[in-house]
T-cell receptor
Framework: QQQVKQSPQSLIVQKGGISIINCAYENTAFDYFPWYQQFPGKGPALLIAIRPDVSEKKEGRFTISFNKSAKQFSLHIMDSQPGDSATYFCAATGNAGNMLTFGGGTRLMVKP | DAGVIQSPRHEVTEMGQEVTLRCKPISGHNSLFWYRQTMMRGLELLIYFNNNVPIDDSGMPEDRFSAKMPNASFSTLKIQPSEPRDSAVYFC?????????????FGPGTRLTVL
């Protein structure tokens, strides 16, 4: 059973635009929500993460928005660049430890 | 630091053969994870070790899959016998667990093709 649902599966954005990827979770025990970025031929790498005690976290052009009541969180990429073209995974973990449950992934293409 | 090291990077084998994938975690990390990535099923956690002890293997698809971690610097994932549906990219990741949630560092993966 998929516990983290991610949308869209693919996304095409023009350079300079805003990319938005959404995730929804079911397990209320989740308390840590990282986003991973994966380039072709590489393993995923941590991009940014948030805990549910804040509603937003920003690092450079990347922002996570978190809605605890709706059990949803999203990644916003401002001023999207061709170098941002990659697959993005949301994930979640709870008091089970370090085990991550990943969303299905979003393939982002930023057109120059 | 060299990061998580996986070998081989690519493996092509025939159905029924034994396949062994290897992983060297980052020195000092005490948690190790094996994942499988396919287009159909995305990124799936297969098994998780903490301090060399398997903690959760509920993601291991069936008895054909086995994983070991004989010491803190080495782990193997074995498939015997292999089947075409095992074709995927297998990732190893490691982290240092110290109470809170800690970043998982992924290796470059092993692309397995079973003919």
């Amino acid at each position: 059973q998929q516990q983290v649902k991610q949308s869209p599966q693919s996304l095409i954005v023009q350079k300079g635009g805003i990319s938005i990827i959404n995730c929804a979770y079911e397990n209320t025990a989740f308390d840590y929500f990282p986003w991973y970025q994966q380039f072709p031929g590489k393993g995923p790498a941590l991009l940014i993460a948030i805990r549910p005690d804040v509603s937003e976290k920003k690092e450079g052009r990347f922002t996570i928005s978190f809605n605890k009541s709706a059990k949803q969180f999203s990644l916003h990429i401002m001023d999207s660049q061709p170098g941002d073209s990659a697959t993005y995974f949301c994930a979640a973990t709870g008091n089970a430890g370090n085990m991550l449950t990943f969303g299905g992934g979003t393939r982002l293409m930023v057109k120059p | 630091d060299a990061g998580v090291i996986q070998s081989p990077r690519h493996e092509v084998t025939e159905m029924g053969q034994e396949v062994t994938l290897r992983c060297k975690p980052i020195s000092g990390h005490n948690s190790l994870f094996w994942y499988r990535q396919t287009m159909m099923r995305g990124l799936e956690l297969l098994i998780y070790f903490n301090n060399n002890v398997p903690i959760d293997d509920s993601g291991m698809p069936e008895d054909r899959f086995s994983a070991k971690m004989p010491n803190a610097s080495f782990s193997t994932l074995k498939i015997q016998p292999s089947e075409p549906r095992d074709s995927a990219v297998y990732f190893c990741a490691s982290s240092f667990r110290a109470g809170g949630r800690n970043e998982q560092f992924f290796g470059p993966g092993t692309r397995l093709t079973v003919l």
